[in-house]
């Protein structure tokens, strides 16, 4: 016999596991950030999952392909670039919401090698930097587009280096793949950022680059235009409260004034 309560029951159970996979689907902020920000993002996103009980998922990657994919309808509800420009751009497609957009955190440009070397290098106008690599490998990110890179390339240039070091480069995808050369020994220095020397203790910093020689580096943040998780912009605001900021400087970056 057809239990008419039996079948309304079933069909409010289903309604309300509907209601919960979406709203737990819903909490779910989607970061895309740069991948220099790795180590220390996933550390602020473990304290915002116990404070909140929901979840971050981040993707890492150059701040240039991650601004790319936004602009390819990638599902990103924040973005977070190492440098201004490519922020600059995804801004000027009308891709994020422009009252949310804040720079997050700065950071440093330094010269590593793996660790336990006992090179050193000063990096000044026209120091030993070729010497130095022995026509041995440099890493570095894409001085074309990846941020590290096209800051690695400036200074280089202001300390009158460019042109003896360029034969030398091996140029990856972002700066974590140029870090990792180093850590595995397949490049005999590498140029990365401070707070990625921090992250991997298989590499030691053997010089740091005059703040000077390059523009300063900064991570601007923002949601992006067609989110509409409502999380999305608390977990932004959580990131500039003094829990997260030390989280960051802990990784090695610098608090902005």
Known sequence: MFNISRCFRVVAIVFLSMIFHATAHAENVNVFAAASLKTALDDAAKVWKAQSGNDVVATYGSSATLAKQI????????????????????????????????????????LVAAAGTDLKIELEKDSNLA???????????????????????????????????EPNLVMQENVRSALALVARGEARLGIVYGSDAVAEPKVQVVA???????????????????STNPDAQAFLAFLFIEEAQLIFRANGFTLLK
């Open 71 to 110: 602009a390819e309808a990638a599902p990103a509800d924040i973005f977070i670039s190492a440098d201004l420009a490519w922020m600059d751009d995804v801004a000027k497609k009308n891709l994020i919401k422009p009252e949310s957009r804040k720079n997050l955190v700065g950071n440093t440009l330094v």
């Open 131 to 165: 010497t130095s690599l022995g026509g041995e490998k440099l890493a570095v990110g894409d001085v074309k587009s990846v941020p590290a890179g096209k800051y690695a390339k400036s200074a280089l240039e202001s300390l009158g280096l460019w042109s003896s070091v």
């Open 208 to 226: 740091n680059f005059p703040e000077t020689s390059h523009k300063p580096i900064v991570y601007p943040a923002a949601v992006i235009a067609a």
